[in-house]
């Protein structure tokens, strides 16, 4: 298995989007409360393979829900976090895990779903291979959805 780049990769990106992704950048920073900026910008540094970023911007999606976000959200930020850190499971990444297993346990999903679901999210984020074929960002919208 190749382990992730160093830095995301602009290969292939246009100029128009990659001017795109500065001026979020910009608006958020100037607006860390902005619930869908820092959404958009999740998603869009994970589309580029920032990891790193991509993280940062799901953990502050969280921060920002407070006690309206979804499994999902934090399922998210624990690929985020796994995707980062090129495959390991980091403390953070379990941490985020559990409040995902709780989470659908609070939902009425049965412990040995719950426990299936935690599983696969972590051996796709973990056993993902990142091919020449593949940019980051594909690999990540794989492993999301």
Known sequence: ??????????????ADYLALIQQLRATVKERPEDLQGQTLLAQNEARIGNFVSAAEAQGNVLRLKGANRTAKDIADYAELLVLAAGGYVSPEAETALR????????????????????????DKATGQAVTKSVTPGQQVVKIVH
Do not use: H, I
């Not at 298995?1 to 246009?14: D, K």
């Not at 409040?99 to 696969?120: I, M």
């Open 99 to 122: 409040e995902v297993r709780v989470a659908l346990l609070e939902a009425d999903v049965s412990l040995p779903v719950a426990r299936d679901f935690v599983k696969a999210v972590q």
């Open 1 to 14: 298995m190749e382990s992730l780049p160093a830095s995301p990769s602009t290969e292939g990106l246009s």
